[in-house]
């Protein structure tokens, strides 16, 4: 059983899309042990309470400095002794100490088709923004493991979404969000779980 962490920031629609699919057998000997976010309120937290998940906040502001939140956040990860840590919308940099002791154990979903429109900065509806300044035809969503830079790990799944006339960031993100994210996370910690996706540096 792969016992799955979901780090969110937000609403939490890809961390819904992920509980949707273990619950109707898509994604199959997996377990969800927790939803950590960092941030109060937020909707993704009553997500995983209506379906009876743990959920916590461990937010940098109720630390005296980053490093006191990196060490708190990485005993917070080690008390789930997740098998599988997937961050689905988390808006925060992810510690070294963390990335150290969990790699090859985390991965990430990033809203363009990596290496275009990623790295520091491109996170959100900038990316959304960029793709359409740059006046791309197709962008789409990646998900990939995590590792010591930003957006440079190792490519698991990818997904192209066709840029409309008239899109703007919103419903381009909406659009990315429903054709790409929402199929290839899931599809991702499905293929982690049958053993069928390893994690090579």
């Known amino acids: ?78 008390e789930y002794n997740p098998d599988l840590i997937v961050l689905a919308g988390f808006l925060v940099v992810i510690p070294e100490i963390v990335i150290r002791k969990y790699e090859g154990k985390m991965i990430n979903i990033h809203p363009s088709l990596i290496p275009a429109f990623c790295g520091k900065g491109y996170y959100g509806l900038r990316v959304h923004e960029a793709a359409l300044e740059r006046g791309v ?15 440079t790990g190792p490519i698991i799944l990818q997904k192209a979404v066709y840029i409309q006339d008239g899109d703007t960031a919103e419903t381009l993100q909406k659009r990315v969000m429903e054709e790409a994210e929402w199929k290839i996370l899931p599809e991702a910690i499905s293929l982690i779980a049958s053993g069928k996706v390893k994690y090579s540096s």
Not at 64 to 75: H, I, T, Y
Not at 137 to 151: E, I, P
């Open 1 to 78: 059983m792969l016992k799955v962490l979901v780090l969110v920031s937000g609403g939490g629609t890809n961390l819904q899309a992920i509980i949707d699919r273990v619950n109707d057998g898509t994604i199959q000997d997996t377990e969800i042990v927790g939803v950590l976010s960092n941030n109060y309120g937020v909707y993704a937290l009553e997500r995983a309470k209506n379906a009876g998940i743990k959920a916590e906040v461990i937010a940098p502001k109720d630390f005296p400095d980053r490093s006191a939140f990196n060490k708190a956040f990485l005993e917070k990860l080690d």
């Open 137 to 151: 035809k197709v962008t789409g969503a990646t998900v990939h493991f995590v590792d010591a830079g930003t957006d």
